[in-house]
């Protein structure tokens, strides 16, 4: 019985249930100096967002909770580490890009849960 191999570079739309924001970095300056203020860089994404892994400890006399995701989204040129994706149940910093197989075909972004959100 021959099997047939999985291409790393594709990504089914069937995959694709999730709708996202990417958010990009913009500089503005307000009475006490510069601000970093995220506004919207692609909206409407389609993504695939698969959680990797989750943590509770307590530090400080708090309870803090790290979430970690992949979002694997169709290959989009300037999407850097610098970003934020907004998902519905979530804001996510972007921890690190990876294009898969470096051949523009798929963006997986590996993020962590901004301030405890999940």
């Known amino acids: 019985m021959a099997t047939t191999t999985k291409d ?3 990504l089914p739309s ?3 249930r999730h709708s996202i924001t990417i958010l990009g970095p913009t500089l503005t300056t307000d009475t006490t100096g510069n601000v970093i203020t995220y506004s919207p860089f692609l909206t409407d994404v389609r993504a695939k967002i698969d959680p990797v892994s ?3 400890l307590i530090r400080s006399g708090q309870d803090i909770s790290m979430l970690y995701i992949t979002v694997s989204i169709r290959y989009v ?3 850097t580490a610098k ?3 907004q998902a519905y149940h979530g804001l996510y910093w972007i921890r690190y890009v990876e294009n ?3 051949r523009n075909r798929v963006l997986k972004l590996m993020c962590t ?3 405890g959100n999940q």
């Open 77 to 79: 040129p300037g999407i």
């Open 113 to 115: 849960a901004v301030d």
């Open 54 to 56: 989750g943590l509770e």
């Open 8 to 10: 790393p570079c594709s």
């Open 14 to 16: 069937g995959d694709l």
């Open 100 to 102: 898969v197989l470096e």
């Open 83 to 85: 970003m934020q994706v």
